[in-house]
């Protein structure tokens, strides 16, 4: 079963807010996307940022 660009996860936890890259409150720096996590396994999700709704989503490459 493939499961390309299936999404895991949509929360209101957002990495870019944590990281001081909010693009509601600052806009101006551009933020490269997509963005990755890797997990110990060596799997690696990618973000996806609908910032209009505050919303962050765990994608499965």
């Known amino acids: 079963m493939e499961t390309t660009n299936h999404p895991l996860m949509t929360c209101k ?6 990281l001081g890259h909010c693009r509601k409150t600052n806009p101006y720096p551009k933020d ?7 997990l110990r396994t060596g799997k690696v999700l990618a973000l996806r940022f609908d910032c209009k709704n505050c919303q962050m989503e765990v994608i499965d490459n």
Do not use: G, Q, T
């Open 13 to 18: 936890y957002c990495l870019l807010f944590e």
């Open 32 to 38: 490269k996307e997509p963005r990755f996590l890797r």
